[in-house]
């Protein structure tokens, strides 16, 4: 979306959520925006996994290990 890569909507198989399949998607997917060698990723600014606040208390403790950060996103 924009300047915004967003994937929210992916979640790995709950069969392997205790084994860290959320937290290596993140890991791909960030070492995928630092490599930038693909066309598509030119000007990705912001990662997002939806509002920090959505979600369980397991999300909300996932969203702080992997370092994400709330931010005020305005449409314009």
């Known amino acids: 979306i924009g300047n915004m890569l967003r994937y929210a909507e992916l979640m790995g198989h709950a069969q392997f959520q205790r084994q860290g399949v959320m937290s290596l998607l993140h ?6 925006l630092l490599t930038r060698n693909t066309p598509w990723l030119q000007g990705i600014e ?16 996932w969203k702080r290990k992997a370092q994400f950060l709330p931010y005020l996103l305005l449409s314009g």
Do not use: M
């Open 46 to 61: 912001y990662l997002s996994y939806g509002a920090l606040e959505q979600g369980s208390d397991g999300l909300l403790f």
């Open 27 to 32: 890991l791909q997917v960030v070492e995928l």
